[in-house]
């Protein structure tokens, strides 16, 4: 048996640490469950290029990052990638505060940047889709872990109480049973 008053203690201090962000993952989560996304305001801007856009993720990230160096803004905290549309392509860069789209135009040395600034409840909504730096992702990692560590400790602190015991495993196989016919029915 573990120590129930260490447990407690634990249980009790992880879970107040933790509120927080958990707040912000559970009404960002159910908000984007009914499609509330947030907002963002979208800069289009044209840029000179020296020689065509080639469809290669490294040099269309350089094309960014140079003109973000120029205009002294930061890049996206998430991750590049390249989107085939039709004969055409573009590059998608999302991130916690902004998203990027770069692609080329009807003129081959000239390329059409969109920058999308997020509000706030979209930045968040960005954060919970692991969209942000590598601080927040290790962040969100040690979320999960402590919540898992909050459930397994109230079953193994309700188990340890004869009165609760029954009723921990009726609960237990309920919520299990809950869990598949949901999957069924989704």
Known sequence: MLNRML???AHVLLAV????????????GALYTWGIKGDSETVVQKIVLQQPLQEQLGSLVIV??????????????GKANIKKLGNSFQLEWTGASKDVVLEPTADPLIAELKIKNNDWH????QLHKAKGGMVFKIYATLL???LLFLL???FIMAWQL?????MTLIS???GGIFFVVMLVVS
């Open 7 to 9: 447990l407690m203690k």
């Open 17 to 28: 640490f933790i509120l927080p962000v958990a707040i912000m993952f559970f009404v960002t």
């Open 64 to 77: 960014v990052e140079e003109t973000f160096k120029q205009q002294e803004i930061a890049v996206p905290t």
């Open 122 to 125: 979209r930045h968040f909504v």
């Open 144 to 146: 999960a872990m402590s």
């Open 152 to 154: 397994f400790s109230g």
């Open 162 to 166: 004869p009165k609760l015991r029954k």
């Open 172 to 174: 237990t196989g309920l």
